[in-house]
């Protein structure tokens, strides 16, 4: 039977997909991005118009504070 692909009822036992090392890096990765967008908006805050990330400063009066 086994030539045919057929199974016998109670004969394997399936698993479920765990995880594996590149499962992990790329966790690791995404949080590592994540963390480095976190940093980018914080510093650009520092920088933007009234503590904003995304505003535009003046290109005639740049100021760093």
Known sequence: M????????G???QRGA???V???LMALAVVALLAACVMVFIQ?????TNNSAIGLQ???N???N
């Open 22 to 24: 590149y499962t992990g």
């Open 58 to 60: 003046d290109p005639d």
């Open 11 to 13: 004969g394997r036992v």
């Open 44 to 48: 650009g805050g520092k920088l933007g």
């Open 62 to 64: 740049i100021r760093l």
């Open 2 to 9: 086994s030539q045919f692909g057929m199974q016998m009822p």
């Open 18 to 20: 765990t995880p594996d």
